[in-house]
């Protein structure tokens, strides 16, 4: 975590943007220049600088937005929520389509439903999600008129629900308000789907690949011969072994998906992690740069701690 | 092993549910605007700080001033607001206003001249970027006790000269005139900041509307003041939602989600043109797009050679090709709608008279290197610009750069050649002419990296001498005369080829009436809007 930190602390301050000149404009008098240049600490030695920031995160401060003035803790908070809803809805149509067409792609190797979930697969990887989303969101949206357009709720229902988690889906089930959450669900299902799309193509490739290399065991040979049924041969034996391996692949992918997915969120005027970390970058706004950073690799940190208790409670060797 | 079934059924259901919930809708509710807009530039909602655009959008229509422009009728100039009258002392340097009596602000104090005091003070002291549009009349914190004066329902403000009135009236109508509920904010003040922490992301006003709540990238809403002086507004809600891409905000403006968006690309404008139900405006903006020639290079200083330059640009082509629809030719400083701003565009390509003075100039296998910051229309303009060159023999060298590496050596007097934007600053035709065609002291050591003139190592010629006449100049129409003729010499002898002014194109459900975007000179305002 302190070198993540203090990689991107030493990029934030090599970059070719000056973000006093972000704050206070072109036109400032030298006087304004300088009073912003002071209250930002950018006089001191950098090391000061660094070692004041670490100080401040450790203590759960992460100072004030340099361009809104606001506390980017608060900031965080506000956009994390969004991209955490969005992310874990798209792993889980992820996990649940992606592992079972893996399964059944390993299984009925050759068959039309390998070469489907091949073409899905490498659609899904090729593709640029830039133009997916905008066809989808003319499709369906525009066209169809069946889901809610950009935005997480309709302008009817923001702001109704008591915030609680920052999770409308959760906060509406948990006011019992189920007209936001139909609203929030219809609005979060398209990119939810998307991004489940990406994480599905991911994940059946590797299911699969994992699936052949056990299904050519000796175990599962010998598990036959014992006249168990090819459903428990499949379903119990050989995915039971891959289940580390499946962990350990699911956990990347929504780790990828929680750093948030820029260009989706873009597209679908979701205000999540992604995008707040990208336009805190374009106007150096590096307080809230690092911030997000450490969100990130927060993220990350407890998602592998996650996926070891997951190991040892799956996989009686490692206990 | 994990039961998958049920988990299975309830994703399933949940898909289902949410493909068949279909809340299109298919208008917003008759007494709320939702308007689609790019608002990341917001850094604070402070009147004495806030100097961008999303950001002056919210704030004329939140704080009164004590002089504004009439939405419906911009050309008519600056009007009476909270100041309901106001006199000129002899001497032409104190301007007494007489405060509107019985209007409040939104927490229901009245507004006063005390008020009004304190928010041109407090700009004073803080001196947050934009306070230059009233330091410049020599207000300093030191001494605006004596002449920022409040006296019973009268505000007296004493310049260090004298000044045109519309000049300083002008000013007064930028963002930073805005009039703050004293007592309100000072409720609020943390360590001496004079409520400027807790102003950043609250209001306190007198407008038409008040902020309920702002998100950064995010939304801003409004909710409107039913006791403003002009009468209660007709939107009872104002949402301004961000929304980045240009074809999301067309896709959401077609379903009919939102009423207006105002960050369409060129592409999506003529998308939208002739679909039932959506209208398209055009409103011109304060942005120049100009090339200046630096006059300390031996060639470009030539007189000839300025006059060729100028005609060795497609104005033309540009507009009717990458430009369509974002910028519309305009060869004067001041921006169309100024007080004072003028149509006249001599120049188009002309390259055989290029020719003709370049030889008469005796210039012959120039080559010049242009400076343009990384923003796709300037490096297209460049492109074009570097075309043009080439016919008539000259070599154009593009150097493309970050905003600070292209600046910092246009501010040094490096480049040869600057291609990029310039927007006034205030209402007032001063804001222009002040950099384009002043520059006292031209030597390296004055070092006044903020005027253009300076930058480019141009001595003006006598228009700084004009210009400055122009600023103490009582009468109005005098003044706007002397600006149209400021503006024609520097046609002919100035080192810059100002191009286009830009023009913003908004897509409107065409049952919304009455949505002045504010032109050049000021920002959007929401209270005349009806559907």
């Known amino acids: 975590m302190l070198g993540l930190l203090f990689i991107t602390f030493i990029i934030g301050r090599v970059m070719p943007v000056d973000p006093v000149l972000s704050i206070v404009g072109e036109s400032a008098s030298k006087e304004t220049y300088d009073a912003a240049y002071k209250a930002i600490g950018l006089d001191k030695p950098l090391i000061v600088q660094f070692a004041t920031y670490i100080w401040d995160v450790i203590t759960g401060d992460f100072g004030v937005s340099l361009l809104n003035a606001r506390p980017v803790a608060d900031d965080i908070k506000r956009v994390f929520p969004a991209t955490l809803e969005l992310a874990t809805l798209g792993t889980l149509i992820g996990v649940f389509v992606g592992v079972p067409l893996g399964v059944i792609a390993a299984v009925k190797r050759g068959s039309w439903i390998d070469q489907i979930a091949r073409v899905l697969a490498l659609v899904g990887y090729s593709m640029p999600i830039f133009w997916l989303g905008l066809v989808s969101l003319l499709v369906f949206y525009g066209i169809l008129g069946w889901v809610g357009g950009p935005g997480r709720v309709g302008i009817f229902y923001v702001d109704i629900v008591p915030e609680v988690t920052g999770m409308i889906l959760v906060d509406s089930i948990l006011d019992r308000n189920w007209e936001v959450f139909r609203d929030a669900l219809s609005h979060i299902i398209l990119p939810a789907l998307l991004l489940g799309y990406y994480s599905l193509a991911y994940i059946s490739r590797m299911t699969r690949s994992f699936m052949l290399e056990q299904l050519s065991s000796e175990y599962i040979t010998t598990a036959r011969v014992k006249g168990l049924s090819e459903r428990a041969v499949i379903w119990r034996h050989a995915l039971g072994n891959i289940k580390v391996q499946l962990i350990t692949v699911i956990a990347l992918s929504y780790a990828g998906l929680l750093e948030g997915s820029v260009l989706t969120e873009i597209i679908f005027a979701w205000p999540g992690i992604g995008s707040y970390i990208t336009t805190a970058l374009l106007s150096a706004d590096m307080n809230a740069v690092m911030g997000g950073t450490v969100v990130v690799g927060l993220v990350f940190v407890c998602l592998n701690i996650f996926s070891d208790l997951l190991y040892k409670y799956f996989d009686p060797r490692a206990k | ?531």
């Open chain 2, 1 to 531: 092993m994990i039961n998958l079934k049920p988990i299975l059924a309830g994703a399933v259901l949940a898909l289902a549910t949410g493909m068949t919930a279909l809340p299109a809708v298919a208008e917003t509710p008759a007494n709320m605007l939702v308007i689609a807009n790019r608002i990341d530039d917001i850094t604070t909602l402070d009147p004495a700080q806030s100097f961008e655009f999303a950001g002056s959008d919210v704030s004329r229509n939140v704080y009164g001033k004590l002089v504004n422009f009439d939405p419906l009728d911009l050309t008519a100039g600056y009007q009476p607001d909270l100041a309901e009258s106001w006199t000129v002392s002899e001497d032409g340097r104190t301007i007494t206003f007489t405060m509107r009596e019985g209007v409040t602000f939104h927490s229901g104090n009245p507004v006063t001249a005390a008020d009004a005091e304190y928010s041109l003070r407090r700009v004073i002291i803080l001196n947050k970027t934009p306070a230059f549009i009233l330091t410049q009349f020599g207000f300093t914190p030191e001494n605006v006790s004596k002449t920022i004066v409040a006296d019973g329902n009268t505000l007296s403000i004493t310049t260090d000269k004298r000044y045109a009135t519309s000049f300083v009236l002008n000013c007064l109508t930028a963002t930073i005139g805005g009039i703050v509920d004293m007592k309100t904010v000072m409720e609020h003040e943390v360590d001496g900041d004079m409520g400027n922490t807790w102003l950043a992301t609250n209001t306190a006003g007198s407008g038409a509307y008040s902020v309920q709540s702002w998100k950064p990238n995010e939304s801003v809403t409004l909710v409107s003041n039913p006791d403003f002086y002009l009468g209660a507004p007709a939107m009872e809600r104002v949402i301004v939602r961000h929304i980045q891409e240009s074809a999301t905000q067309r896709l959401l403006l077609e379903q009919g989600d939102i009423d207006v968006a105002r960050n369409l690309n060129p592409e999506d404008i003529s998308g939208i043109t002739g679909v039932d139900g959506v209208d398209v405006d055009s409103e011109l903006r304060g942005r120049l797009m100009y090339i200046s020639l630096n006059q300390a290079h031996p060639v470009l200083s030539k007189p000839e050679v300025r006059e060729a330059i100028k005609y060795l640009i497609d104005y033309e082509g540009m507009q009717d090709s990458f430009l369509r629809g974002q910028y519309t030719i305009h060869q004067n400083f001041l921006p169309a709608t100024y007080l004072g701003a003028i149509d006249d565009a001599p120049y188009s390509l002309n390259v055989d008279r290029a020719k003709e003075l370049l030889a008469a100039a005796g210039v012959e296998g120039l080559e010049i290197e242009v400076g343009v910051r990384e923003a796709q229309e300037r490096i297209e303009i460049a492109q074009s610009f570097q075309n043009t060159m080439a016919l008539a023999g000259i070599k154009v060298n593009i150097t493309v750069g970050t905003a600070k590496q292209i600046l910092g050596r246009y501010r040094a007097r490096e480049l040869d050649v600057y291609l990029g934007a310039w927007g006034p600053d205030y209402p007032d035709p001063h804001t222009n002419a002040g950099t384009f065609a002043y520059n006292p002291d031209n030597s390296s050591e004055a070092g006044a990296t903020g005027l253009l003139a300076w930058r480019n190592a141009w001595d003006t010629g006598g228009l700084t001498e004009m210009t400055a006449a122009a600023v103490v100049e009582g009468d109005r129409d005098v003044r706007a005369q002397m600006y149209g003729d400021i503006q024609r010499k520097f046609l002919e002898i100035s080192p810059f080829a100002v191009m286009f002014q830009k023009i913003e194109q908004t897509g409107r459900r065409n049952n919304v009436q009455n949505l002045g975007l504010g032109g050049a000179i000021t920002a959007v305002s929401y209270w005349p809007v009806t559907k």
